[in-house]
């Protein structure tokens, strides 16, 4: 027999890190039926017993208002798993256990983890977990996720909580869903008679619809459409529970802040009493003395940008630099020279030499060999994530943001597209204004990915060895630059409308681990190896057939008369006022359609072989001021295939995936132009 836990928790509580660390490589990622949301399910074994683990979205309530607290909350609800396991910050008790109450109503066997108990005791404070335990009516267990500590207990306790729900349930004979598992006492006075009342009311209702009855109750309370929809009331008991919420409402407090000021003194009561603190007023953790500095009305922009200039000049400085030479060396230079004379040696033919050392290990090698400088970048922007100075970083950019109709909340998905522009248009869908996140989407592939990076080294090394940093520095200013200039833009035409506000966790500083780094790496080489062996390597014998052979199918001695030469010739014409009017570079640009990285491979098999460099062919090729504008094309232009796929699932309409597409494509013509002018006369 096997279990279904349901795990659940506020974002940044470290439920993710606790997923991955129970799950292991058994798990797999999808999204739930219908929603576009990242769904997670991974198998455990423990106690000679299988459960199959969901890690359900981050979320601070379970209210039918964003996307990720719909899919929670209907998946706890329709799907009745056997256990949650609530994951609870224990550095942040009061905001955390908001969710754990409601999940408490929903009569579900329920095991909390209190995480980062570790981070408690380092600060000297102290939690009676018996108090706190029996106070709730939950087992607590402690555990450090991001060390590993206390999960074998968690489990354990887990497994005997789904054992001792089944057993309660076939000894009573009940629906266990409705009745078993009673709520901690949390409402007093008129609020705990008026939901007595209703239960009264609505509970052959809750039978008959399989609803857990307290929940359902304070949810009518609450007001919740969802749940008055479900229940399906007569007219009388709709008047008789609406006469009964009106006598709880005054003037000042209405159905909502009822419910939630009677669970937040619960709430304070229960800490106030099982939480002892070394600190007194006045007192100031790391947390609060670092945020002093880093989100200083004042100082905070320029630390940032300070910060994202000091990881950019060791990504692209002599480090970054040193490694790519070095594994441009083993693989274009060592490799494909031991692989071209063993082919010789072996009397192979010239087109399938061709083919392997130039098409394949030319292409691919192309962008291989920048692949230190993308792990660096991801290295550090792992540090800042874990460490907690991102979420400071979209605080601090809201003041920025909000003059432009935008939320600090949307530079969240922005920074994530400095790595993917797949995962950062996803995660628009905690955006919960609709205009907000067409918005969003509509910039974010103005961010620099690190697609993109290949591009920037190719053409950095080949003309500005002395600015790595400088240059790359502008890049990334330019994409976010031209991404509040579009927000201003399209706030007042196409995107009118006023913004939900901004509310944001800032947690506590944490040191990363090296298990967490090491998995953020592993993550990104998997991902990156993975389309170097898919999309690139069939990119790359695509490109070197179509420059090989013309529309024929016949062997051409000169390139610009073979299919990409056609292609390349009728297309320049469009780039010709940007710089770059030549059929290699403007089939690149098509190419890069479909991965950035692809640009690279194209220009490396068709500028490549003879014995020269990539960086030292287009060199000879193009202008200083023509391979910047190369770069500013390739950072602004339309994404790579994946994102126009994310971005039409996203925006669930054609019209507005077109119209983001069209608009892109305009701003990158417009800007280049623009840049390759002014650059043309200052270099």
């Not at 929903?106 to 983890?113: E, F, K, R, S």
């Not at 600190?279 to 910060?307: N, Y």
Request: net charge neutral; proline share 4%.
């Amino acid at each position: 027999m096997s279990y279904r836990y349901a795990l659940v928790g506020n974002p940044n509580c470290g439920k993710t890190t606790l997923f991955n660390a129970v799950t292991g490589s058994n798990q797999y990622v999808g999204n739930w039926p219908g929603v576009t949301v990242e769904k997670k399910e991974g198998k455990i074994t423990h106690d000679n017993m299988n459960a199959y683990i969901v890690d359900l979205p981050g979320i601070y309530s379970l209210s039918p208002y964003s996307s990720e607290e719909i899919v929670t909350r209907n998946y706890i609800i329709d799907e009745k798993p056997d256990l949650i396991i609530n994951i609870v910050d224990a550095t942040n008790l009061e905001r955390n256990l908001y969710l754990s109450m409601q999940l408490a109503e929903l009569g579900i066997p329920m095991v909390i983890a209190l995480n980062m108990i570790d981070m408690v005791e380092k600060r000297g404070d102290n939690i009676d977990l018996a108090m706190l335990s029996s106070m709730l009516g939950i087992k607590i267990v402690p555990i450090s996720a991001s060390k590993g500590t206390g999960i074998h207990k968690l489990l354990h306790t887990a497994m005997h909580e789904a054992l001792h729900g089944d057993e309660k349930t076939a000894e009573k004979h009940i629906d266990r869903h409705l009745n078993m598992c009673a709520p901690p006492d949390i409402y007093t006075g008129k609020v705990k008679e008026a939901i007595g009342l209703i239960e009264g009311i609505i509970k052959d209702n809750c039978i008959k619809k399989d609803l857990p009855l307290r929940w359902s109750a304070v949810k009518l309370i609450d007001g919740d459409p969802p749940t008055l929809e479900s229940l399906n009331l007569s007219d009388t008991q709709l008047s008789c529970v609406e006469a009964i919420v009106s006598e709880l409402e005054t003037g000042e407090i209405d159905r909502e802040m009822v419910i939630a000021d009677q669970k937040y003194k619960f709430i304070c009561s229960v800490t106030e009493k099982a939480v002892k603190r070394r600190r007194e007023a006045g007192f100031l953790t790391v947390s609060d003395k670092i945020d002093r500095i880093v989100t200083h009305r004042i100082f905070a922009i320029p630390l940032f940008l300070i910060l994202m200039a000091a990881i950019f000049y060791i990504t692209f400085g002599a480090l970054g630099a040193n490694l790519t030479l070095l594994v441009d060396g083993l693989i274009n230079d060592d490799f494909a020279g031991f692989v071209r004379n063993f082919l010789v040696s072996k009397n192979a033919s010239d087109w399938a030499v061709g083919l392997v050392c130039d098409g394949i290990i030319g292409g691919v090698g192309a962008v291989l060999s920048f692949f230190p400088q993308i792990l660096l970048l991801f290295f550090f922007l792992s540090i800042l994530e874990d460490s907690g100075y991102m979420s400071r970083a979209a605080f601090i950019m809201d003041r920025a943001l909000h003059t432009i109709g935008l939320s600090g909340k949307s530079f969240v998905p922005m920074l994530m597209g400095f790595g993917c522009s797949v995962p950062a248009i996803m995660a628009t869908r905690t955006l919960e204004n609709e205009k907000d996140r067409r918005l969003t989407m509509m910039l974010i592939p103005f961010m620099s990915c690190s697609a993109k990076m290949p591009v920037y080294s190719l053409f950095i090394s080949a003309f500005f060895p002395q600015a790595r940093g400088l240059v790359v520095i502008s890049l990334y200013l330019l994409g976010f630059v031209v991404a509040v200039a579009s927000a201003f833009i399209l706030q007042k035409t196409v995107l009118k409308g006023g913004h939900a506000p901004f509310v944001m966790e800032l947690p506590p500083y944490r040191l990363p681990t090296a298990k967490t780094l090491g998995r953020h790496l592993y993550d990104k080489i998997k991902d990156f190896m993975t389309k170097a062996g898919t999309v690139l390597l069939g990119a790359s014998i695509i490109i070197w057939f179509c420059q090989y052979f013309n529309f024929s199918l016949q062997h051409v001695e000169n390139s610009s008369e073979s299919i990409l030469g056609v292609i390349g010739t009728f297309i320049a014409p469009v780039f010709k006022p940007l710089g770059f009017g030549d059929w290699k570079s403007s089939v690149a640009m098509l190419t890069g359609l479909v991965a950035r990285e692809s640009i690279v491979t194209t220009m490396g098999i068709l500028h490549g072989g003879e014995g020269e460099t990539i960086s030292a062919a287009i060199a000879s090729v193009y202008s200083p001021a023509a391979a910047y504008s190369i770069m500013v094309f390739a950072l602004l232009f339309i994404p790579c295939s994946a994102a126009v796929t994310t971005l039409r699932k996203e925006m669930n309409s054609r019209k507005w995936t077109l119209i983001a597409l069209g608009y892109q494509a305009l701003i990158a013509w417009i800007i280049t132009f623009i840049i390759y002018n002014i650059a043309r006369v200052i270099l």
